[in-house]
């Protein structure tokens, strides 16, 4: 059924979309469907108990734009395979490390389906929005962003998923104080005081919100991350999936296969997020594309330290099921410095879901590759 992927075939599937976006003057911006590969766990061993010892860090900073990244050489086989091998820490603090095989479907098959910047990350006018009031912080598609206990943000995936960046956790060398007992708060409104004149509201001041928060059963970090360097590779795998002990009950938001920038409606993309200078609030926000990489979207979308982790999501017309549908494309990581022809420009940085991390991705909510084979 399987057959293994070599480079140079892995490299031409995963750049291509079967469906191309058509010109067309009654044209919409079109979910491309993906031909996605397999991976599955080979191997898993048990780790020493980690040390919890790191500082959690709200940002990651790399001077590598996107001429750098550009220019890298491509990963062999045998290191794709290790940046998408991964560590899986649990609540009672024991660590595993899986070895994953990366594949192609067959025709045979089923046929199924240099500076650190340390002011605020903002352009100009700030031009982000805090969300207030029940009617929409607890509906779609505000109610799908969770804030972390180690202050990051996160996305909900699934039923029982949240997706976030992988520094949230871990700072490439260590896992941070709190990973072990790491919580998902979900924000929701404060319990009134039934005593008397509590029916006296005022509808100028926003409704008081509050954190409920969830225990994390178990996290999934790619090696690439573990590995790496935040500087070099390891940006590129900035991002973790976390299961929570129990469902959360909400609706969430699916995860896609990021597109190419030009394909992307208007050229933005949108996110929300706890960022830290505005304790409490989520704060929305929309910006356009100004590069990308294979891994990376490098964009100016106004941000802070608190909203890393925050799903990077478009809104696209979904063919097959004739509807408008919003999917998580990417992963709010951080900043990078970028020298532009001899000039210092700043860029905030989204890691891309390529087909490789969905299915990876996937892989970890469904358990099953054959629930994870379009994008």
């Avoid at 903002?122 to 109610?143: A, H, T, V, W």
């Avoid at 990489?293 to 696209?316: E, K, N």
């Amino acid at each position: 059924m399987f057959r293994m992927a070599t480079l140079s075939t892995l490299i031409l599937l995963l750049c291509a979309a079967k469906d191309v976006m058509p010109s067309s003057p009654h044209w919409k911006p079109t979910w491309p469907s993906y031909r996605v590969p397999v991976i599955l766990p080979q191997s898993t061993l048990n780790l020493d108990r980690p040390q919890f010892d790191a500082e959690a860090r709200l940002e990651v900073v790399s001077p590598c734009g996107p001429a750098c990244h550009k220019s890298s050489p491509l990963p062999t086989y045998e290191e794709v395979k290790n940046y998408l091998s991964y560590e899986t820490l649990y609540a009672n603090g024991s660590l595993t490390e899986t070895e994953v095989g990366i594949y192609i479907l067959s025709n045979g098959g089923d046929g199924s389906r240099g500076r650190a910047r340390t002011k605020r990350q903002i352009y100009g006018y700030d031009s982000r929005f805090s969300i207030f009031g029940k009617d929409f912080l607890l509906n779609y598609p505000f109610s799908t962003s969770v804030k972390l206990s180690t202050g990051c943000t996160g996305t909900l995936v699934a039923e029982k998923h949240v997706l976030t960046a992988a520094h949230c956790i871990h700072d490439g060398k260590s896992y941070v104080k709190g990973a072990q007992k790491l919580r998902v708060g979900f924000l929701k409104p404060k319990q009134k005081d039934g005593g008397k004149g509590s029916n006296i509201t005022n509808s100028a001041m926003p409704e008081k919100m509050k954190f409920q928060w969830i225990r994390v059963k178990r996290t999934h970090v790619p090696k690439g991350w573990i590995k790496g360097n935040a500087n070099d590779i390891g940006m590129d795998y900035d991002y973790a999936l976390l299961e929570l002990k129990k469902p959360h009950k909400r609706k969430f938001m699916k995860i896609g296969v990021s597109p190419p920038a030009r394909h992307l409606p208007g050229g933005r993309i949108h996110f929300s997020g706890y960022d830290n200078d505005r304790p409490g609030n989520l704060v929305y926000r929309f910006c356009d594309v100004k590069d990308e990489t294979y891994d990376l979207l490098y964009q100016q979308c106004d941000a802070q330290p608190g909203a890393s982790g925050s799903g990077v999501y478009v809104r696209m017309w979904k063919r097959q099921n004739h509807k408008w549908e919003r999917k998580i494309i990417g992963i709010f990581s951080g900043h990078q410095w970028v020298d532009m022809n001899g000039t210092p420009q700043d860029f905030n940085v989204a890691v891309r879901i390529t087909p490789l991390k969905y299915a990876q991705i996937c892989y970890w909510i469904k358990g099953n590759y054959l629930d994870c084979r379009e994008g």
